[in-house]
């Protein structure tokens, strides 16, 4: 089946700090995959996608880099904001008409000031 | 656009009253999800509607029924609540058979069984 390992959170990060939020991924068929990102009290918002191996998905300062050899998908910033303080989700879908998400369990970003 | 609306946002049920989460999406989307959310599990998919008059059991279908009832709407009924399905539920949708589809997702309904 398909399944999304993700890095165990919280995550505490002092603003301008580098993040990396692990992800990696088992699936039968050739993923795309996605980083969602969650705000406190809201749905899930897209932050960036990528569909084929090498693809960079990119939104925001955030990038992640679409990994076939190491299944990996991880999720990267340069220099965060308190504004970015979130939950972070990792997803996979393959084929089929309806596409259904694959999630990982979430990791918890806070940024403090 | 409202995007994907869902009603309502809270609720409190007694083991055993049923309900019904209502959810409309305005994007002309084919393909619509149900979602529970728990703490420290991601999103589960219980059901999903891959067009409308279609629906299909997803990965946590057990003690949820659901009616696609016209291209907009998707509702998900609890028959006969427990505690267990006290959970944040999402509903969203996407346009069917793209590559790397975005799923759009609607607010949540945080529903609480005493």
């Known amino acids: 089946g398909n399944s999304v390992t993700q890095m165990e959170g919280p995550v505490t990060l002092s603003e301008e700090a580098f993040l990396t939020i692990n992800c990696t991924y088992t699936?039968?068929?050739?993923?795309?995959l996605f980083w969602y990102v969650q705000y406190p009290g809201e749905g899930l918002q897209l932050l960036l996608k990528a569909t084929k191996a090498d693809d960079k998905g990119s939104n925001k300062g955030f990038e992640a880099t679409y990994r076939k050899e190491t299944t990996s998908f991880h999720l990267e910033k340069g220099s965060v904001q308190v504004s970015d303080s979130a939950v972070y989700f990792c997803?996979?879908?393959?084929?089929?008409?309806?596409?259904?998400?694959?999630f990982g369990s979430g990791t918890q970003l806070t940024v403090l000031p | 656009n409202a995007g994907v609306t869902q009603t309502p946002k809270f609720q409190v049920l007694k083991t055993g009253q049923s309900m019904t989460l209502q959810c409309a999406q305005d994007?002309?989307?084919?393909?619509m999800y149900w979602y529970r959310q728990d703490p420290g599990m991601g999103l589960r998919l219980i059901y999903y509607s891959a067009s409308e008059g279609t629906t299909d059991k997803g990965e946590v279908p057990n003690g949820y029924n659901v009616s696609r009832l016209n291209k907009r709407e998707f509702s998900l009924r609890l028959e006969s609540a427990a505690p267990s399905q006290t959970s944040v539920y999402f509903c969203?949708?996407?346009?069917?058979?793209?590559?790397?589809?975005?799923?759009?997702f609607g607010p949540g309904t945080r529903l609480t069984v005493l």
């Open positions: 994007m002309n989307h084919n393909s």
């Open positions: 969203a949708s996407s346009e069917a058979g793209r590559g790397g589809n975005e799923q759009f």
């Open positions: 997803a996979l879908s393959v084929g089929g008409s309806a596409r259904q998400l694959t």
């Open positions: 699936a039968t068929g050739y993923p795309s």
